[in-house]
């Protein structure tokens, strides 16, 4: 979970923009500004590692600036050479050009991590050559790129660098998850869809209006939004990445009446000793053993209702001989094409329908086997969905496997909505999920069937919560609420403990985030008791990552509820359970209970993160009206503990790798936070600090402000109000040490800076 910057809502570009954060609102809205000025051989380079996030912000300038005046190209990875594909663009649509210059923003740099050394060095010595290519481009371009790959750039394409007009670096949004699945704790047909909204957001500084000591100004920290986290499973031996895609992506299945349920183990116990696979492959669909064809089975293809249905092995045959030229090692496309053979050879037949769908739901689990061993493609992800949509139309007759069935895919929607697919298709897929999820819902009562009712619902839920990124997000999350709440309503508690959590959780994410939109003491107050609920069924001596997970979410519901209730401050409420200064306690509390178990030692990303939020929680419980003087000194010094805590784990991350880790909270926005707390420790009036403490107090913020600048491009708020707290800080300087302490500040100050610094001054 992140913090939330300030209680009041962030401005606002549009409808569509409320999605995203007011920092990466403005960022997009000055990006779109600089394109739409039509300057020619311009090179905008445009971070960001939240592939979801980013997706959204490409379609919202493909909409807003409109073909053909604005072209999106996909990185060719076999000859990686952008600027190529731009001047072959222009080649082929020369007659379509007029005299205004044309933009271009080119996708698909990430992939290009998995691919071989010599192909990323193609990459980099193209762009290193673009002297040759920028004359002949009549236009702009966006390249859009993952921040490890932008410091590769700056090292190794030193002139592709040097010639880039802007930088902007959007930081994560909330991102849509799916939880690890407790199906290895469960029978065949459990799969989780639990989701949670996960990292990461980054807003602009904000004032907090607060009466502060004489010479202190209304300063407030740059304070990161830290979002409600993903549940996982409950915790095992086993590493997250050693969890199947399939797993990841479900929860449960609806379940199939026991009788046919035991025929159904029944037969795949004795037919699976003769597949490929082997016994240790997890299946989490059994496909029912096909029926007799005779005379109890009067159905068959000779109706007219089934002649539609003749030749609905022909389009996926044609969509497996496409996928074979593409994969030709993958195994699964040859066997469904044996399996395709043999359901023509039914039909030819005329073989019971229940025959036929039987055969088909073998296809799906075919399918189902690939998908469980991780990273299919898109191409295996497409079959898979024709599949299952072929197969439910064999199923109509057969309610129980039919709701099965559009389970299924709905999450095979799901799953398709986070593959490397087009950024208008991500929502396209959400909705095709959605209208499945609510189509098996029309066949089912809760009072028949309440765990398979209680699944869908679930999984309703996080689609609704996934599709808030893209559209509505008020209305969608609204959604995902009541599609939680009904799942937790007619879900056994005590029975199914263990997706009671998961549900609980991801109902306080989704209550969390709809906060941010509409009622937010209301929805703040309910995600408090969901995380409580989710609470009471872990303990931390069996579960400690995910008691410690939702202890981190309930402690910033409680600091967000604070920031609310902050801005109507009430007197009497002063030393109540619901003042801001009792709720920044419990703030505090909880993440110090969650980083009992998020040491540095086991999780140092998560230390980190919950150090982060527990300084700040510090700092504005310092900063509260409310709070003594003599607590004051005292509180800041645990918010600069903490902040230390977290720059000291991060840099013993980077240490490891050749670049800044992945992170869930902005590093540079608690270095200048770090700065900010030692500033007013130095300048507070009621502490009894020596001549020589505040001088070094006073050195450490401007240190630590100096270090945030290097984050932050020199256009950003964040750059420009850093420049505004080092201006303060040698205000401070001189102030307590004169014309010398003055002196002293701006020799530290680098010579770049100091222009502007001396006309802040």
Request: aromatic share 8%; net charge negative; glycine share 4%.
């Amino acid at each position: 979970m992140q913090f939330a910057d300030c209680p009041t809502p962030a401005i606002v570009m549009n409808a569509a923009a409320y999605s995203i954060s007011g920092a990466n609102q403005k960022l997009y809205s000055r990006l779109k500004t600089s394109l739409q000025l039509n300057l020619r051989r311009q090179i905008f380079l445009a971070v960001c590692d939240d592939l979801e996030l980013r997706s959204y912000l490409v379609a919202q300038l493909q909409t807003a600036l409109s073909s053909p005046r604005f072209v999106s190209l996909n990185l060719n990875l076999s000859d990686p050479n952008p600027m190529a594909q731009v001047s072959q663009w222009l080649s082929q649509h020369g007659n379509e050009l007029t005299s205004h210059a044309l933009g271009f923003q080119i996708l698909g740099v990430e992939h290009l991590t998995r691919q071989p050394a010599p192909v990323q060095k193609r990459f980099l010595t193209h762009l290193q050559a673009i002297e040759y290519y920028l004359p002949g481009i009549n236009g702009t371009i966006v390249l859009w790129l993952p921040r490890p790959w932008l410091r590769s750039l700056q090292q190794s394409a030193p002139a592709f660098w040097d010639w880039h007009t802007a930088l902007f670096e959007f930081e994560g949004d909330p991102t849509p998850l799916r939880s690890i699945s407790q199906a290895r704790l469960n029978s065949d047909r459990d799969r989780n869809t639990d989701s949670a909204i996960a990292p990461f957001q980054k807003l602009s500084a904000s004032h907090t209006g607060q009466s502060q000591p004489s010479r202190s100004s209304n300063l407030a920290p740059v304070i990161p939004v830290r979002y409600p986290e993903v549940l996982t499973e409950p915790f095992t031996e086993a590493a997250p990445e050693e969890e199947s895609i399939w797993d990841r992506l479900t929860y449960d299945l609806a379940h199939l009446d026991v009788e046919e349920r035991q025929r159904s183990r029944a037969g795949e116990a004795m037919n699976r000793r003769g597949e490929e696979k082997g016994e240790n492959s997890k299946l989490t669909i059994s496909p029912t053993k096909p029926p007799r064809v005779g005379k109890d089975s009067p159905e068959n293809l000779q109706s007219s209702k089934h002649l539609p249905l003749l030749h609905s092995t022909s389009h996926l045959t044609k969509r497996i001989m496409a996928a074979i030229a593409q994969e030709p090692t993958l195994a699964e496309h040859q066997t469904a094409l044996r399996n395709l053979q043999k359901i023509e050879q039914l039909l030819e037949h005329q073989a019971a329908r229940k025959t036929i769908a039987a055969a088909y739901l073998n296809l799906s689990r075919l399918y189902r086997d690939r998908l469980e061993q991780g990273n299919p493609s898109p191409e295996t992800l497409d079959i898979a969905i024709a599949v299952h949509e072929t197969t439910l139309e064999w199923l109509q007759d057969n309610p129980p496997q039919w709701i099965d069935g559009a389970n299924d895919l709905g999450n095979l929607y799901w799953m398709q909505s986070h593959s490397p697919v087009t950024a208008d298709q991500q929502p396209v897929s959400l909705q095709k999920a959605i209208q499945t999820y609510t189509s098996a819902l029309h066949k089912i009562t809760p009072q028949a069937d309440p765990v398979t009712y209680a699944m869908i619902q679930n999984n309703l839920g996080s689609a609704y919560g996934d599709l808030a990124h893209y559209q509505d997000p008020a209305n969608n999350l609204l959604k995902s609420v009541e599609a939680y709440e009904l799942a937790l309503r007619y879900r056994d508690s005590q029975a199914d403990t263990a997706r009671d959590a998961a549900t609980q959780n991801n109902l306080g994410t989704a209550c969390w985030n709809l906060a941010q939109h509409q009622q937010p003491i209301a929805r703040l107050n309910q995600a408090i008791a969901a995380y409580h609920a989710a609470l009471q069924h872990y303990t931390p001596n069996c579960e400690p990552m995910h008691y410690a997970m939702i202890q981190n979410n309930l402690g910033t519901a409680y600091w967000n509820l604070a920031q609310h209730l902050k801005s109507n401050p009430n007197p009497k409420l002063a030393h109540s359970t619901v003042s801001p200064a009792r709720l920044l306690q419990l703030a505090i509390a909880a993440y110090h209970t969650a980083l009992h178990y998020r040491t540095l030692e086991a999780v140092p990303a998560s230390f980190a993160a919950t150090q982060n939020n527990l300084g700040t929680a510090y700092w504005n419980l310092a900063n509260l009206k409310t709070t003594a003087h003599h607590d004051r000194g005292q509180q800041l010094q645990q918010a600069i503990n903490a902040y230390e805590a977290a720059i000291s784990a991060v840099e013993a991350l980077s240490a490891q790798t050749e670049y800044l880790p992945a992170l869930t909270f902005d590093v540079f926005a608690t270095y200048n936070n770090l700065g900010l707390s030692y500033y007013q420790l130095a300048i507070d009036l009621h502490s009894s600090l020596t001549a020589t403490q505040r001088q070094t107090l006073l050195e450490s913020a401007l240190n630590q402000h100096l270090q945030a600048l290097q984050g932050w491009e020199p256009l950003s708020d964040f750059y420009q109000a850093t420049l505004d707290y080092i201006t303060h800080t040698t205000r401070a300087f001189h102030s307590e040490f004169g014309i010398q302490g003055q002196t002293l500040a701006l020799s530290k100050i680098p010579a770049n800076l100091l222009p502007e610094v001396m006309r802040k001054l």
